[in-house]
């Protein structure tokens, strides 16, 4: 078993190598609109269809859909539930995620991109007496980001967001922090820290206050086609099933339509 996980591995990298850009590393022809959780000024561009799934613990799988509708402008729609992959019975989200966003100001040399948006997805399990994901979705948010040149490149990233799942209480406004650092034309390194302002009231069953620390890589394996691995809440702060490092996969395919 552990050849055989040396040989795909193996073939990854070098696939990774062989082939033309998706989202990630010093060649990436595309921009990242998330990190892992977190939103960041990135945009599709104007006739660009982007498909990204995401595989979580306890099953969850989350599939989305964004459109480049017009220049520096985007929308799209996405769906999951819990328990989707395993045995018994999904447990369905009760309504699809709705995400748009508008870049006001692309980045220059002195300057960060910022983009204004809304996004209703969460991560994870969704509790219908509080309304909300285990993870929550950001809401309204502001982001901004800047990329520097640094053996290759890396980028840095800053979010402001109000998500209106408040109905356990915790209603305030919360910040993310990320950066990425690209390795070689095709693999990239990220990292985020959501410091969980609005899931923190040590009455409340989720959050203990340490907030979500999440890392990945990510490897453009094709023209387009992006495949990433993540570690997530490496502080623990999760009360419900509390486990370090939760493993998850995210697939991304982008294509132009006109």
């Known amino acids: 078993m552990k050849k055989f996980f040396i040989i795909i591995i193996s073939f990854v990298l070098t696939l990774a190598s ?3 850009q ?4 010093q060649d990436a022809k595309f921009e990242y609109r998330s990190l892992i959780d ?3 000024a990135g945009i599709l561009e104007k006739g660009y269809v982007g498909e990204t799934t995401d595989v979580l613990p306890n099953g969850v799988v989350i599939a989305k859909l964004e459109v480049g509708v017009f220049t520096n402008v985007s929308f799209g729609i996405s769906y999951g ?3 989707i992959i395993g045995s018994g019975s999904p447990g369905w989200y009760k309504l699809p995620g709705v995400n748009f966003r ?3 100001i692309n980045e220059s040399e002195t300057f960060p991109a910022i983009t204004l948006g809304f996004d209703s997805q969460g991560k994870g399990e969704y509790y219908d007496t ?11 948010f502001a982001a901004a980001s800047k990329n520097f040149g640094f053996l290759g490149y890396m980028s840095l990233h800053g979010t402001l967001n109000y998500s209106l ?8 406004v919360n910040l993310y922090v990320g950066v990425e650092k690209t390795i ?3 693999v990239s390194l990220i990292s985020e820290y959501n410091f969980a302002w609005n899931d923190n009231n040590p009455a409340g069953k989720f959050g203990n206050g340490n907030g979500y620390l999440n890392v990945g890589i990510r490897w453009a394996m094709g023209s387009g086609f992006t495949l990433g691995f993540d570690l997530r809440d490496l502080l623990n702060n999760k009360k419900l099933n509390p486990s370090t490092a939760d493993r998850a996969l995210r697939m991304e395919y982008i294509k132009t339509i006109f």
Do not use: H
């Open 81 to 83: 539930g819990s328990n």
């Open 18 to 20: 062989a082939y033309s």
């Open 22 to 25: 998706g989202s990630a590393g």
């Open 130 to 140: 509080l309304n909300r994901y285990a993870i929550k979705s950001p809401g309204f």
């Open 38 to 40: 977190m939103p960041t």
């Open 184 to 186: 070689g034309p095709n």
């Open 165 to 172: 799942e408040s109905k356990d209480g915790d209603d305030f």
């Open 102 to 104: 508008v870049r006001l």
